[in-house]
């Protein structure tokens, strides 16, 4: 649409363009003749006239709104220029400009609808330019890494990664510009997060790109994945460990015994299995109840665990049977030595509440590869030597001895070949 032209004096039109006419709904120039301009003005802009058309004629670009013969407002633009041949006539253009203005409220609206869904979301989001700089952050991003409101713009995405982290994602950064690795936008893909209190956390991200032009912008979508790593560990700890004692259960044992196999196998060596029985234990939870049967076992794994090694393994197998694997034994006496450990750890009482609970142990020890090739093999023997002593008078240990089949008491230290 053409712009409104008119000429001014004292305020009043001397003259109106067509384009005129048409923007203010007249039926003809003659209509506006003689009228004052500011009577086409929504009254709420009116005092911009009585300001004086001179100083109105220092400004560039006004927006008011103007009012058609009809009644219909329109949002408009006007500019005000002194006409150069006569002091007292002023030159007026005037633009619809309501189309603009519509427009613009419509993408202000889309855009706080946008931050609006931003700032709900879970999941942080942050745009970062084709350096390598953050240069939007959403709220849930700025909580997640401890930021206040504002204070990740401008910042570096390694200053959101451990520093053992930072040179790795540069690598990255850097052939992907250069057109490596095209396959990186839109993968999930964990890593830490570095908070601004120095605290890590567990993150899953997933990049997309936006070209324009020759530049380039990535969204990172930032998902805190601490509790369900948290939850992953439970799960995986109860699969693997024994809920009462906190101590590996059978599958986590056979899993550890198959590893320490396979590395005697190929590198040679020898390894112990004590089988532990508890002596005495069943009066414990016939007379004082399962909770205080409970806490003696909690502190039997304990006293076990002391009794050995970090590189040993101490499980619990049954109700209060105990498997001890010894790895990397040389002598027969260091499994013996175990074995006695284990034996004085527990004449010690064990309090519950006011009673003192008193219990004793049958183990029965065998080795690999003396006393079977596999697993199954040496377990049995071990289970065999621990019943040999249940039988001969309990709170004790022997051997396997697999050259006749009989179960031995075995203090010596001769060498393992």
């Not at 008119?6 to 048409?22: H, I, K, P, T």
């Not at 959101?160 to 396959?183: C, I, K, N, Q, W």
């Not at 590893?259 to 590198?267: Q, S």
């Not at 234990?281 to 970090?310: T, W, Y």
């Amino acid at each position: 649409m053409s712009s409104l032209v008119c000429l001014l004096r004292d305020g009043r039109v001397l003259f109106l363009n067509n384009a005129g006419v048409r923007m203010l709904g007249l039926s003809a120039a003659a209509d506006a003749q003689d009228e004052l301009f500011e009577s086409f003005v929504v009254e709420d802009y009116r005092f911009l006239m009585e300001a004086g058309w001179e100083l109105l004629a220092e400004e560039d670009f006004l927006p008011l709104k103007l009012s058609r013969a009809d009644g219909q407002v329109f949002e408009a633009e006007l500019r005000v220029r002194q006409a150069p041949s006569a002091t007292d006539i002023f030159l007026v253009e005037a633009r619809d400009i309501s189309k603009f203005v519509k427009s613009a409220e419509a993408l202000r609206e889309r855009e706080e609808r946008l931050q609006g869904v931003l700032a709900s979301v879970a999941e942080g989001i942050v745009t970062i330019n084709d350096s390598g700089r953050i240069e939007s952050a959403n709220p849930a991003a700025e909580r997640m890494f401890g930021f206040s409101r504002g204070q990740l713009v401008g910042r570096d995405m390694t200053d959101l990664l451990p520093t053992s982290a930072r040179e790795r994602h540069v690598r990255f950064f850097d052939a992907y510009m250069a057109g490596l690795f095209p396959t990186l936008m839109g993968r999930q893909v964990e890593g830490m997060g570095l908070r601004q209190n120095g605290s890590m956390f567990p993150m899953e991200i997933s990049v997309s790109e936006l070209r324009h032009g020759r530049h380039r912008l990535f969204t990172a979508i930032l998902r805190d994945i601490s509790e369900r790593k948290e939850a992953e560990d439970r799960i995986r700890r109860l699969a693997h460990h024994d809920t009462l004692t906190g101590l590996p259960n059978r599958n986590l044992l056979n899993d550890r015994m198959n590893h320490a196999l396979a590395r005697i196998k190929r590198h040679g060596g020898h390894m112990a299995v004590l089988y532990v029985d508890l002596d005495k234990f069943k009066p414990i939870n016939d007379s004082l109840g399962h909770e205080a049967g409970d806490a003696v076992l909690r502190e039997v794994a304990n006293r076990l665990m002391s009794c050995v090694r970090s590189s040993d393994t101490v499980s619990r197998v049954g109700g209060d049977e105990f498997v001890v694997v010894v790895e990397e034994i040389t002598r027969q006496g260091e499994a013996a030595l175990v074995a006695r450990k284990i034996l004085d750890a527990l004449e010690q009482s064990i309090p519950y509440h006011e009673h003192q609970c008193q219990v004793g142990a049958s183990i029965g020890v065998a080795l690999f590869p003396h006393d079977g090739t596999t697993i199954e093999e040496v377990c049995k023997a071990a289970d065999l030597a621990m019943y040999r002593v249940k039988h001969s008078g309990r709170n004790g240990y022997c051997f396997y001895s697999d050259t006749d089949g009989e179960v031995v008491a075995a203090d010596d230290d001769r060498l393992l070949e």
